[in-house]
């Protein structure tokens, strides 16, 4: 909005926007304006298509390698190994675009949030049109249960309540007033004159002239945000370019190197690119992109298992490195539901369990029954009615009523009873001014109903099922304002100021703990009248006690916000309720709340440098508008955390795309943040979050543990290709050898890998440097020795059985004679069996792989077996022995390829002796 509506006076506001408060616009002008202005619609600029993200699926620098390689291949000629890094290629691609298949659903999702029709006054006359239909300027009629189709400037309200924590935030219903706000800005959650497009009227009625419209209002921003928002690339994908980056950096040296060698050798030309084409498929890990998606998509299938769906799966492993949790409120660290907590009678606080039903207590029992029934017949809420005794009661109707209704009915009080038994007679409905209501009844039988409903009745003084009774609520103050008695142990006393002033002392203490507090009254008998004003009702009332409730936290927020703390993780609030109730929140939870509640109005007077600095520090943010919360996500990652944002309300959805992680509730969760997020939590349960970081912890060291594999036995492939050579042997390896050890010998055993359990301390280590590089000094050093270590005796193996040894079956190669060799195929092998071997050894970082079990991962033994078939295939059935040129081996020579790799296995159980020793 360009102009502050809340600011200005409602005669302002249709001078401004040329409408009449009477008559409204003519249809002519409506129609005029709505040509002008466009529909009242939000537009969705930015979706995207299927064949997009299909191709995204080939911008991967691994991907584009393998591409390259391929033409390479056919350029020379060598079909095969090109059809083989074709069907990876393809493979891969099919996988990332089956799970990352979503459509850009969040516009349409806000589209159904509008309104399809609504009464407005035209021409004098009232109306209803299609919301699509309405401009700015249109008189709006507002009741119950309506959807606001647009952003309104109230200038009417009759005790108009609205649901407004879709946009802010915050779970209670707010009370509406036409005044004009003081000059400067003010936070949605403070525009008391304003409705708002998506929020839901849930009490009284009133008028509103339509001041914003479509893309224009408060809904559209948050819209307007969303289409803003970039999908910024995950930690992983990052990294794992990163990597691919310095793997064509060393793939183009080694090759340049070998070419320059080969030509001074005079070798010819195919023999140089034959040998360049195998060295580029040695360095690549064709088979790392098929991996990490696989094993990214075997963590999301076990994070569904536990109640989280992932939506974009490298958010599997970024999970595992988040840094800082930031969570709204309402919905998420709470249930979203009013719950009366305590009541405080004049004599005794009473506070009230979770549950579905209630034992009275034996002290003051007929004092706290007056007080929670006289609360619920001054409600205008209703009960649900329950399938069976164990279901918990819910009501219909504005949530504080229905928190008083359902309070009442926990203790055997059930409103639809006490309504046949009491039926309300009149009433003086709520209203801003007075800030409190009364109804009046008269009691209608005297049939027994229950030891609760009959101790009421007679705690009423209605026993005998005759005479009336007025019951009234409100704001502490302006209850016992009508108030001259005290109800004290079933005594009525007179009320003394002094009394007077320490009930509303209590009611600022309840306050201060984040609880919302009503007064209760009761009068009988009311003198007999035919028409009875509220003046009528609302005098010399009795004082029954007051009434706490709160949004109530989940029941098991309190442990997973402690494991997360424990795990390194930050928890920060950020939220669009009041500061004091943020506060009280965070301290129940043990979070540090380290000196004020930064709120919204401070936040929109920060710089981002400003905003960068207080959210290094600060952990609960009030009052902020969807804006803030984009703001302070993007500040935490200017920081360098790693930001998940948990939320459920459409204005969530800015930040949860911005965030590195973002996280929906999906029961209470609205469709615009499901769809904005990469993560929802389907039970709703924060302790879901915390199995899902432990999960991707879990997944991110697996990732590293395939990689090690994966680059120990390409870098042994390079080496071998490099050093051959100086050992005076031809070339080592065929292209489409090194494609099987790639995408097989490597790619079952990685994948298993990938599901291997979590190391003991996963969840008591603080998160990993999110500047860490994937593959870390030490890591790098380990995979350079056992690289080594490959090479070194594959290519001794091989040396050993080079001279003038040549096999029977006949292939194109270079062996001697044009046969192949069987050095090549125990070279060969010996680098198989070695990987395998490898493939036990890595499973975990520092355990024995005894002491962790050998057949505890059973994916992995079958892996092994299933690998080691195949290429026991390889070497002895006649048409694979064709396309992979090998020649078959005599069992001491398969001995001899076994003891190769068993060395490599117990080398690499050394050096984690070592490093258990040195710990």
Not at 676 to 700: H, P, Q
Not at 765 to 779: F, Q
Not at 790 to 817: D, E, P, Q, W
């Amino acid at each position: 909005m360009g102009v502050r509506a809340y600011g200005e006076r409602v005669e302002d506001v249709c001078a401004r926007l040329k409408t009449d408060l009477v008559t409204g616009l003519s249809q002519s002008e409506a129609q005029a304006r709505l040509a002008k202005d466009g529909p009242n619609e939000l537009t969705h600029e930015h979706q995207k298509r299927a064949w997009q993200i299909l191709l995204a699926q080939f911008k991967n620098l691994l991907v584009i390698i393998l591409i390259v390689a391929a033409i390479v291949s056919f350029l020379v000629g060598d079909g095969k190994d090109a059809i083989a890094i074709v069907a990876i290629i393809v493979l891969n691609a099919t996988l990332g675009f089956r799970q990352e298949y979503k459509a850009e659903r969040a516009m349409a999702a806000l589209k159904r949030m509008s309104a399809p029709h609504i009464k407005v006054r035209r021409n004098g006359t009232i109306l209803e049109v299609d919301a699509r239909d309405l401009v700015c300027g249109d008189l709006v009629l507002l009741e119950a249960g309506n959807l606001v189709p647009a952003d309104c400037r109230l200038s009417t309200a009759a005790s108009l309540k609205v649901q407004e924590s879709a946009l802010t935030g915050e779970s209670e219903a707010v009370e509406k007033a036409t005044d004009a706000l003081a000059e400067g800005e003010a936070s949605i959650g403070d525009r008391h004159n304003m409705v708002h497009m998506g929020t839901i009227i849930t009490y009284g009625r009133g008028e509103g002239i339509v001041t914003a419209t479509g893309m224009q209002t408060e809904l559209g921003h948050v819209a307007s945000l969303l289409q803003e928002t970039e999908d910024d690339p995950t930690p992983l994908t990052t990294k794992i370019e990163h990597l691919g980056k310095i793997l064509v950096w060393v793939a183009m040296g080694l090759i340049t190197l070998v070419a320059i060698v080969g030509v001074l050798r005079d070798d010819g030309w195919k023999t140089v690119f034959l040998t360049a084409v195998s060295m580029a498929v040695a360095a690549v890990p064709e088979g790392l992109p098929a991996v990490v998606t696989i094993a990214l998509a075997l963590g999301a299938k076990r994070m569904l298992a536990r109640q989280a769906l992932i939506r974009n799966l490298p958010a599997v492993e970024t999970l595992g490195s988040v840094t800082a949790i930031c969570t709204d409120k309402t919905g998420t660290l709470t249930q979203n539901v009013m719950t009366v907590t305590c009541v405080e009678l004049p004599t005794q606080r009473v506070d009230i369990a979770a549950g579905d039903s209630v034992s009275l207590p034996e002290e003051n029992r007929s004092d706290l029954l007056l007080c929670l029934g006289a609360a619920a017949m001054a409600s205008d809420a209703s009960l649900n009615p329950r399938d069976g005794a164990g279901e918990m009661w819910t009501a219909l109707g504005d949530p504080t009523e229905g928190a008083l209704v359902v309070a009442a009915a926990r203790f055997g009080l059930e409103k639809t009873t006490l309504d046949t038994l009491l039926p309300r007679g009149s009433e003086a409905p709520f209203d801003s001014d007075r800030k409190r209501m009364a109804t009046l009844h008269s009691c209608s039988s005297q049939e027994t109903q229950g030891a609760a409903v009959d101790g009421f009745i007679e705690a009423c003084g209605l026993a005998a099922g005759t005479g009336n009774v007025v019951f009234s609520k409100g704001a502490a103050d302006s209850v016992l304002d009508v108030c001259t008695q005290v109800r004290r142990e079933g005594v009525c006393l007179a009320l003394e100021s002094s009394e007077r002033e320490r009930l509303l002392s209590r009611m600022e203490e309840l306050a201060g703990e984040g609880i919302r507090v009503l007064a209760v009254a009761y009068r009988t008998p009311v003198p007999p009248a035919e028409t009875y004003t509220a003046s009528d009702l609302e005098q010399e009332l009795t004082f029954l006690g007051l009434v706490g409730m709160m949004d109530p936290l989940r029941e098991d927020v309190k442990v997973s916000v402690a494991e997360c703390q424990k795990a390194g993780i930050r928890p920060v609030m950020i939220t669009g309720d009041h500061p004091a109730m943020a506060r009280q929140i965070a301290k129940s939870l043990s979070m540090p709340v380290d000196g004020d509640v930064v709120t919204g109005l401070e936040i929109a007077a920060m710089s981002d440098a400003d905003l960068e600095t207080t959210a290094a520090h600060a952990c609960v943010f009030a009052r902020v508008s969807p804006e803030d919360k984009l703001r302070i996500v993007d500040a935490l990652q200017a920081q360098g955390e790693i930001a998940s944002m948990t939320g459920d309300g459409v204005n969530d959805a800015p930040a949860l795309k911005s965030a590195d992680i973002g996280v929906a509730m999906g029961i209470t969760g609205t469709d615009v943040a499901k769809e904005a997020s990469d993560m929802v939590l389907l039970d709703d349960r924060y302790a879901t979050i915390v199995s899902a970081v432990r999960e991707g912890r879990v997944i991110f060291d697996n990732i590293r543990r395939f990689i090690r594999f994966i680059l120990a036995g390409n870098a042994g492939e390079l080496l071998v290709m490099l050093l051959a050579p100086l050992f005076g042997l031809p070339l080592p390896l065929f292209p489409v050898q090194i494609l099987w050890m790639n995408l097989v010998t490597d790619g079952l055993p990685a994948l298993a890998l990938g599901v291997e359990g979590p190391e003991n301390d996963v969840m008591l280590r603080p998160p990993r440097d999110p500047k860490a590089p994937l593959v870390d000094w030490a890591m790098g050093r380990s995979i350079l020795w056992v690289s080594l270590l490959i090479a070194g005796l594959s290519l001794f193996v091989g040396k050993h059985f080079f001279t003038g040894s040549v096999g029977t079956s006949v292939a194109s190669g270079h062996g001697h004679g044009g046969e192949v060799a069987v050095w090549q195929t125990m070279l060969f092998t010996t680098m198989v069996l070695a990987q395998l071997f490898l493939a036990l050894a890595v499973r975990s970082s520092r355990d024995s792989l005894f002491r962790i079990g050998v057949f505890s991962n059973r994916p992995m033994i079958l892996a092994l077996a299933v690998t080691l078939i195949l290429h026991l295939g390889v070497l002895y059935v006649p048409f694979m022995q064709v396309f992979f040129k090998t020649t078959a081996l005599s069992l001491t020579q398969l001995g001899i390829c076994v003891g190769g790799g068993l060395v490599v296995f117990l080398a690499v159980e050394g050096e984690k002796l070592l490093l258990r020793l040195r710990s």
